[in-house]
């Protein structure tokens, strides 16, 4: 099965800074990335994500890449600000139009933008 | 008008007990899913229904049994829960059809915890 690895599990910037999180998955058949930011107390929610046919894609200070030749797919944020403090989830999955979407998550990382 | 809503929000319980958790969806949705949560962050699929079918069964033990009424409701019932079944237990849905399936709706979270 799939296997998505994620990382740094920890990441502290300054406020204003930029962050990035790196994510690689195992199976070369995935053709789904989406990012999911969880706030204490949420549920996660999805801020951006992207398909197999396309290797960027950015919306306002968030920006995803995705290499499927060395199968790895990036989170960009810039400008950082205090309420992008939160856990970050890259997952990875097979879409299948009739049974929905089976995502493998990473392990996660949790963001905190200092003031 | 919460999209995807989880009972209850807490549960404390005595190891042993049998306890349930519901949740429903009022965004349309064919496919549901539970996922767990555990104190690492870890997010880990358990179950998915397609309008009210299992596709999904993650090697999850038989003493949890999702049920699944009607396509807008997916209840999990666990039987003689364990230590190690302390976690955050999340449903979610998500919309099926071409192309269509992709992002996941996550509810608010159940924080199960055996004692």
């Known amino acids: 099965g799939e296997n998505v690895e994620q990382h740094p599990s920890t990441l502290s910037v300054q406020e204003g800074d930029s962050a990035v999180i790196k994510c690689t998955y195992s199976?070369?058949?995935?053709?789904?990335f989406p990012w999911y930011k969880q706030e204490l107390g949420k549920g996660p929610q999805l801020i951006i994500d992207?398909?197999?046919?396309?290797g960027e894609k950015k919306d306002q200070r968030i920006a995803v890449t995705l290499n499927k030749t060395a199968k790895h797919f990036s989170l960009h944020i810039t400008e950082t600000q205090p309420e992008d403090s939160a856990v970050y989830f890259c997952?990875?999955?097979?879409?299948?139009?009739?049974?929905?979407?089976?995502?493998?998550f990473g392990g996660g990382t949790r963001l905190m933008v200092k003031p | 008008d919460t999209a995807v809503s989880q009972t209850p929000k807490y549960l404390v319980t005595q190891m042993g007990n049998d306890k349930s958790i519901k949740c429903e969806q009022n965004l349309g949705h064919d496919t549901m899913y539970w996922y767990k949560q555990d104190s690492k962050k870890f997010l880990k699929i358990m179950f998915s229904?397609?309008?009210?079918?299992?596709?999904i069964n993650e090697t999850v033990p038989n003493r949890f049994s999702p049920k699944s009424p009607d396509k807008a409701h997916l209840n999990l019932h666990i039987n003689s829960l364990e230590l190690g079944d302390s976690a955050v237990y999340f449903c979610?849905?998500?919309?099926?059809?071409?192309?269509?399936?992709?992002?996941?709706?996550f509810g608010e979270g159940s924080r199960l915890t055996v004692l």
């Open positions: 979610a849905s998500s919309p099926s059809g071409a192309y269509s399936a992709g992002e996941l709706f």
């Open positions: 992207i398909r197999s046919n396309v």
């Open positions: 229904y397609n309008n009210k079918e299992l596709i």
């Open positions: 997952a990875a999955s097979k879409v299948n139009n009739n049974a929905g979407n089976m995502l493998t």
């Open positions: 199976d070369s058949a995935s053709n789904y």
